[in-house]
């Protein structure tokens, strides 16, 4: 019954790998976002799709590529991994004009070696 | 431009003491507002929201939170804390066509025997 779910919720690899991190909302939500949560605990966005359309890409390296398959799906896919990479990263959706309230996945925990 | 500060990264109470979680926003046009919070390893969960309705609004686990338009506040309030209450919250920001929220960088609530 989660809501929003991501795989893994660890995921340790060394550097210069690539990696996905899957992301899925049963919700019905139209928007959904990858924030970055560092170890400071700032959370910073990266990317919003909204009905499969790219509408936010922030300053992110171009290592890092969403996809979104369909609307109830957003995948965050990372070339050749960095130490700088290591984070917190969370996945959230909303239903935009409605409620913008954001329901979040429980996030993956990168660590890059 | 929208932007959110929470005055305070640490605030520690007794059980049983008032919390009061500070947040200013800047926003250009009528903003969107939120608190969060996030418990240890965990993705983070919306307490309230205000979408100018009521300016007082109360939320989950008796939390509430007063929007002030001329102080461009957004404070957070329990009247009684709760050794379970401890954890890391985070005021938001949102403006109807900004696509995404703006989060502050996070109060870390220790509430004391």
């Known amino acids: 019954d989660t809501a929003v779910s991501q795989t893994p919720k660890y995921l340790v690899t060394q550097m210069g790998n690539d990696k996905s991190i899957k992301c899925e909302q049963n919700?019905?939500?139209?928007?959904m976002y990858w924030y970055k949560q560092d170890s400071k605990k700032f959370l910073k966005i990266m990317f919003s799709y909204n009905n499969k359309e790219l509408i936010i890409n922030e300053t992110v390296p171009n290592r890092f590529s969403p996809k979104s398959p369909d609307k109830a799906h957003l995948n965050l896919h990372i070339n050749s991994l960095e130490l700088g990479d290591s984070a917190v990263y969370f996945c959230?959706?909303?239903?935009?004009?409605?409620?913008?309230?954001?329901?979040f996945g429980s996030g993956t925990r990168l660590t890059v070696v | 431009a929208q932007s959110v500060t929470q005055l305070g990264s640490h605030v520690s109470v007794s059980e049983g003491a008032l919390v009061l979680l500070r947040c200013n926003y800047s926003s250009s046009v009528p903003p969107y507002l939120f608190w969060y919070v996030q418990y240890p390893n965990q993705g983070l969960q919306l307490l309230l929201k205000y979408t100018s309705a009521a300016t007082l609004v109360k939320g989950i686990n008796g939390f509430e939170a007063e929007f002030k338009k001329s102080e461009t506040s957004f404070h957070l309030t329990k009247p009684s804390a709760h050794m379970s209450d401890a954890a890391e919250y985070f005021c938001?920001?949102?403006?109807?066509?900004?696509?995404?929220?703006?989060f502050g960088d996070g109060t870390t609530l220790t509430v004391k025997p």
């Open positions: 938001a920001v949102r403006n109807t066509n900004a696509g995404k929220s703006t």
């Open positions: 919700l019905g939500h139209d928007t």
């Open positions: 959230a959706s909303s239903q935009e004009s409605t409620n913008y309230g954001y329901t």
